[in-house]
Each structure stands twice: as structure tokens, then as C-alpha cells.
């Protein structure tokens, strides 16, 4: 989904045509920065003089195009272009409207000290005719400021991204092909597309862009559960991403609405408090599998051997205090002792089973997360009806791509419509205490001038064997006068933060394959990853050959590539 700018479209009247125009060119990917109504304002003399182009498209691998869009039936007669009701046309006609505002971006571009910039960025126009076909324009001749290279259509507000490509594919006079980087780029944005942005960035624009995207995603998510409206027991698999917790979170809240109460369980305490504190639902009660044993059997440990004959017992007598069962991260409890006292089954079969409760029992699960147990447990194994999510409705494709890979899976991730490309994960390398301490620091900085908030520190080992074991107080790690949350992937599986920094990463771990919790630490991450490996680039060179992988002459570089990322250093 495209930047767009504003988020909305601008006043517009209504047989204008500019909604259709905006909500296409809003489809394009997030590569794409898309400003309406754009306007150049200049006083010479005291006097003012204006310039307004109806959409700027912005690409930096592709250029920046100035599109003029005519709405309704359109005319060209006497050397003139008209509407439909016979009113000429002002500015010589849309064409060399167009042409004339691509012009005097170009003068504000070299006015800003951004004329090097033109010299390797396509500056091209076009014009929209939103209501007329293209077939209307073939076999007439066209006015000589007109061409149908340059020219959208009404088959454009279905293909646009297609059509937007071969317009900036046009070879220009001074064979200028755009490749600019990121400085470059914002200095376009901050100096010349969006100058105003002095009290909101760039950066927090992008940001509440990639929110909306995500929370667009989310509910198309959500909507799934009507189709399980009817089952009262589903297993359901996903892998990390694909919106397991939302549609657990959507489901008890449904059912708390009605005034029925549910039990909602996980393995992980994190996630148990993180949830009991974010969604206060009236009728849930948030509980880890430990706390329910501690609670039913009314002792200060987990006595499931207890818990068995308390379950038998409420489902003889039907004083089972819930009525609905919902268990995320289902693959946790896989453990021995859950396991042989049959947990799982008395759980389902007191809201299920139980015609006096005539409940409903959802369990989530995905069977590569599996960092808490060593084996998918018995229950869904021999599940009758199991489901599966396929999209991922939480990361970007490149961050999901990154978490696949460190399951040497090199497939593109399947995702919903819309999902952003995001930006590839950063993978620094640090060999020593001194140096991973200063590249966190660096990788912090950036994240704040970027303007995240929710960053997440994780660790691919334990807290008390990181290399920031003695940087953190009470899980919290301090720099610049800001707290960090710092824990490990295992404890923070089932959460997931705006950015994360991936540390520890070492020979050690890449050569004991613990490639499930790399997953499990890099898919918490929603739009933006960091990674910092504790290899040099021997050990770099021998894990390639360990992957397969064609090293290259740079061992860091492939490495990181290996795994979608893209090679860093501190600046």
C-alpha cells in the first residue's frame, strides 16, 4: 500500500473522479509516495503565482511523475481542448499543464540545491483520463503535445501499478535512469515534496502509515471467526504472523460480551500478562496453564496430577466455572506431565462435552514454535478437524521472509493483500562485548530518529548468558535516559513489538540449529528488524559452507544475505 499524502484525499468536487483516482493509486506498493493536489506557490513582484498538480507519484527507483487528471467527457477542437460542455480548458489543455508544473518542480528542485538529483531522476508527466477508455484515443489524431505513452485511462483505476511502470520506463533525451539512495531520497521529501512536515517527520508519517496498513490487515483477519461461528471445537495451525491471537483475543470477546465467562490460557507468563493487562475483558479470565493448576487445587505449585481428579470430578458434577476454552500457543503444552494426566482432553471435554455447559473449546497453534516442549502435543495430534492459517497478517514481507529463512525455508511467505515490502533486516556484526554494546547503542538512535517507541531487545539466548547481561536492571536495559525492554526469545514468544533487535546470534547457536527460536525472535517483529551476530567472518565463511551457500567474496555480506537481511556498519 502506498505512502500516501495527505491520508486522504484533499477537497475535491464529486464528479471529479479524484476518490477512484486516489484509492488506485493508494494500491500501489509502499515503495511508492504518493502526494494530491500538490501545489508550488511563488510571490515575484508581490504578486502570487500558483501551480497545482493533481497527483505526484514518487519512486526512488523510478522517478517522479506529475499526473493531471480530466474527469468527464473531453474534447479537442480549433487547436483547443474543451470539457464536455464546451468550456476551453485553461493552461493550453491538460498536457501542457502537466508538462509545465513538471517544469517548475523541476526549478524548485534546483532552487534547493537538489539539481545534482536530476541528473539521476526521471522527471516525467502524464495525464488521467479517468472516464474515457482507451480505446477512445486509438486511430485519432492526437494534438502534438499528446501521446499515449503518457496517458492513463479508465482501465488505469484497475491496473495502475502496471500502466504507472511502462510510463516511468520511458527512455528520456539524457538517458537518466533513477537510482537514488536513501539520503537522497530524503532529501526530496524533507526539502521539495513535503517541506511543511516541521513538527511531524517523514519517518512518523511512514510510521502511522504502516499502522493503519496493519490494522486494516488485522480486521480482514478477524472477520475469519464468522465462518467458525457454528464449531464449538477447532484446532487451528499458523505460522508467526498469521493473526492467531488476534482472532483468541476476538473470540473471547465475543463471548464476554454475552456475559459468558471464558478461560483464556497460555503457557507463557509474558504473554498471560501482557494480555491480562491490555485487554481488560469483563468476562476472561487470563490464566498460564501453571496458574490454573495453582488455583484449582488450591496450592502454591502445579500439581496436574491433582488437576486431573479436580477436572473429573467438575465434569461429573458439571461446576466447570467456564463456559468457553481458549488456549493460544497450544504447542507448549506439550510437556510430560500435561500430557499424561490428559489435561488438554479434560479441558475440551467440560465445555464441550458437558451438555450442562454446552461450551466451546479453540486452541491455536503453530507446530514451529515449538521453544517451551519438545513435541506437538498428543491432543492435536490426533485432533479429528484441524485448521490453517495461511497469510501473515503482522510482519512485512521482508520481515517474514527473514523469519522463513531462519527455518531454511526459501519460499516468499504467503500474505494478505496490501502487506507492505517494508524494508530488508539490518544485520550488524560485533565480536566482542565493548563492540555489540556500541552497534546496540547505534541501532537505538536510529530507531528513535526514526520515531519507534515500542522497540524490543531480544536475546537468541537467556538474559544471564547475553553479552547485555550486566547492562540490564530488572529486565530493562537504559541508555539516553530511556528503559529498553530486554528478554529472551523463548519468554517473548506470542508478543510482538513495532521494532526489534535481534542479539546473540552466535557461532554457537548457528552450529547447535536452534533455527525454531531465531524464528520465534525475528516474526516479533512487526515493520522493522535489527540483527546483531557475534561472528567474525571466518565463522561466517564456515557456516555458509555449512548452509550450501555460495560464499562471495565478502563472508558478512553473503551471510546476511543468506538470511533476506542486508549487511550494515556503524557510520
Known amino acids: 500500500m502506498a505512502i500516501m499524502y495527505p491520508d486522504k484525499p484533499k477537497e475535491f468536487t464529486a464528479n471529479s473522479k479524484e476518490d477512484l483516482m486516489f484509492e488506485a493509486l493508494s494500491k500501489l506498493p509502499d515503495t511508492y509516495y504518493i502526494f494530491h493536489s500538490f501545489k508550488i506557490v511563488n510571490v515575484i513582484d508581490n504578486k502570487i503565482y500558483e501551480s497545482e498538480t493533481d497527483f505526484v507519484v514518487f519512486n ?13 467527457n473531453i474534447k479537442y477542437e480549433e487547436g483547443k481542448w474543451k470539457y464536455g460542455s464546451n468550456i476551453i480548458m485553461s493552461h493550453d489543455g491538460p498536457f501542457h499543464q502537466a508538462s ?23 522527471l516525467l508527466h502524464a495525464v488521467w483520463f479517468p472516464s474515457i477508455p482507451k480505446s477512445k484515443f486509438t486511430g485519432i489524431n492526437l494534438p502534438p503535445e499528446a501521446d499515449l505513452n503518457i496517458m492513463l485511462t479508465s482501465e488505469s483505476i484497475n491496473n495502475i501499478e502496471e500502466d504507472i511502470s511502462k510510463i516511468f520506463d520511458i527512455k528520456l533525451p539524457n538517458n537518466v535512469e533513477t537510482n537514488l539512495d536513501l539520503n537522497e531520497t530524503n532529501l526530496i521529501l524533507n526539502r521539495i515534496l513535503a517541506p511543511h512536515f516541521n513538527l511531524i517527520s517523514i519517518s512518523e508519517i511512514k510510521l502511522n502509515h504502516k499502522r493503519q496498513v496493519f490494522k486494516k490487515m488485522l480486521h480482514e483477519q478477524v472477520a475469519l471467526l464468522n465462518y467458525l461461528e457454528e464449531q464449538n471445537n477447532a484446532i487451528i495451525n499458523g505460522m508467526a504472523g498469521t493473526g492467531k ?38 468476562n476472561v479470565d487470563f490464566m498460564t496453564i501453571d496458574g490454573l493448576a495453582c488455583k484449582l487445587t488450591n496450592s502454591s505449585k502445579p500439581d496436574y496430577e491433582s488437576l486431573n481428579e479436580i477436572l473429573i470430578e467438575m465434569y461429573d458434577k458439571g461446576t466447570f466455572p467456564y463456559k468457553h476454552v481458549i488456549i493460544d500457543e497450544g504447542q507448549d503444552f506439550g510437556k510430560f506431565n500435561i500430557e499424561e494426566e490428559e489435561i488438554l482432553d479434560l479441558l475440551k471435554a467440560n465445555v464441550v462435552d458437558n451438555e450442562n455447559i454446552n461450551g466451546t473449546f479453540y486452541l491455536f497453534y503453530d507446530r514451529n514454535q515449538m521453544v517451551q516442549s519438545s513435541k506437538i502435543p498428543n ?18 514481507i521482508n520481515i517474514a521472509r527473514t523469519s522463513l529463512r531462519f527455518l531454511g525455508n526459501n519460499k516468499n511467505p504467503k500474505m494478505y493483500e496490501g502487506a507492505l515490502i517494508g524494508e530488508q533486516a539490518d544485520m550488524y556484526y560485533a565480536t566482542d562485548y565493548e563492540e555489540g554494546v556500541h552497534t546496540l547503542n547505534y541501532i537505538l538512535d536510529k530507531l528513535n530518529e526514526e520515531k519507534y ?15 547485555l547481561k550486566d547492562e540490564c536492571i530488572d529486565g530493562k536495559y537504559l541508555y539516553r535516559g530511556s528503559k529498553y525492554s530486554f528478554t529472551s526469545c523463548r519468554k517473548y514468544k506470542g508478543l510482538e513489538a ?18 525454531q527460536l531465531l524464528y520465534v525472535g525475528s516474526s516479533r517483529a512487526k515493520y522493522k528488524l535489527n540483527i546483531i551476530a557475534n561472528l567474525n567472518e571466518d565463522e561466517c565463511g564456515l557456516l555458509l559452507e555449512k548452509y550450501g551457500y555460495r560464499k562471495g567474496k565478502n563472508f558478512y555480506k553473503s551471510f546476511a544475505t543468506l538470511f533476506n537481511a542486508r549487511y550494515k556498519t556503524i557510520e
Request: overall charge positive; charged content about 30%.
Open 245 to 282: 491471537t488476534v482472532m483468541a483475543l476476538e473470540k473471547a470477546r465475543r463471548h464476554s460480551v454475552n456475559n459468558e465467562k471464558v478461560l483464556f490460557l497460555c503457557y507463557n507468563y509474558y504473554l498471560k500478562e501482557y494480555l491480562k493487562n491490555n485487554y481488560e475483558y469483563e
Open 379 to 396: 491432543f492435536i495430534l490426533y485432533a479429528d478437524c484441524k485448521l490453517t492459517l495461511y497469510r501473515n497478517c503482522r510482519n512485512t
Open 498 to 515: 513495532e521494532a526489534v533487535v535481534l542479539i546473540d546470534l552466535d557461532n554457537k547457536l548457528m552450529r547447535e540449529e536452534i533455527e
Open 100 to 122: 509545465n508544473n513538471k517544469w517548475k518542480l523541476s526549478m524548485l528542485m534546483r532552487e534547493n540545491g537538489l539539481e545534482y538529483i536530476l541528473k539521476k531522476c526521471k
Open 453 to 467: 517507541s515500542d522497540i524490543q531487545i531480544l536475546t537468541c539466548k537467556t538474559e544471564e548468558t547475553s553479552f
Open 60 to 72: 526512488p527507483q523510478k522517478g517522479i511523475l506529475c499526473i493531471e487528471a480530466k474527469a468527464g
